[in-house]
């Protein structure tokens, strides 16, 4: 995948930055260094997963908010979920992403279709860990509901515990694999069109 152009990044960045506004949270983070960050990280390593290029971690973000609402309509007869704690969760459970990639220098790396590798980091936090102790360092605040949903993807937690978990980590989980599903198959089609 390329990366997003400018034109589209703002069309993005737009769309992003009124949804963290209208949530409360730009309080919490530096705004235009965030943009900035946000624009230039991908959300994965690997090409063939369609979120390896700048500007796919915000592309992630957006989809998987608007996945997880999509998924809590369709339930709302039956669960009630907080939308605001829903899109709060959703906006900030992959920012960490922003400071765990480094672009690759070597050929061999990007011929085999990794364009990105992790950086070494201290701590061995996950993803959704991360995300926490940035947003918490930052002043934001979470429920118990909130705080278990921002650890959705995070492949640590026991398969024992996931049928006690509360809905809206169930909903935000969903919403991210489908999101992860459409980026790889949308790669998949790009590079079948480009072998035609």
């Known amino acids: 995948m390329s990366n997003l152009s400018e034109a589209q990044a703002n069309v ?10 209208e949530l409360g949270l730009t309080q919490f ?5 965030l943009r900035e960050e946000v624009v230039a990280s991908p959300c994965t390593t690997s090409e063939d997963s369609g979120a390896a290029y700048k ?12 996945l997880s609402q999509r998924i809590a309509k369709m339930i709302s007869g039956t669960f009630k979920i907080d939308e605001n704690s829903l899109m709060k ?43 926490i102790l940035e ?8 429920t118990a509901e909130e705080f278990e949903a921002m650890r959705a993807m995070d492949n640590s937690d026991d398969a024992s515990k996931k049928p006690f978990q509360g809905i809206m980590t169930t909903v935000i989980r969903q919403a991210n694999e489908l ?18």
């Open 12 to 21: 993005e960045w737009t769309k992003f930055y009124a949804k963290f506004e």
């Open 29 to 33: 983070y530096d705004m235009d260094k």
């Open 55 to 66: 500007g796919a971690l915000l592309m992630h973000i957006i989809m998987v908010m608007g």
């Open 89 to 131: 969760v959703c906006a900030l459970m992959h920012l960490s992403k922003r400071n765990m990639f480094e672009e690759v220098t070597d050929d061999w790396s990007i011929k085999r279709g990794y364009p990105f590798k992790f950086k070494e980091l201290g701590g061995v936090m996950s993803t959704g860990e991360r995300s």
């Open 135 to 142: 947003a918490m360092n930052n002043g934001v605040k979470f």
């Open 179 to 196: 999101a992860y599903s459409i980026e790889k198959e949308r790669y998949k089609k790009i590079k079948e069109q480009q072998q035609k």
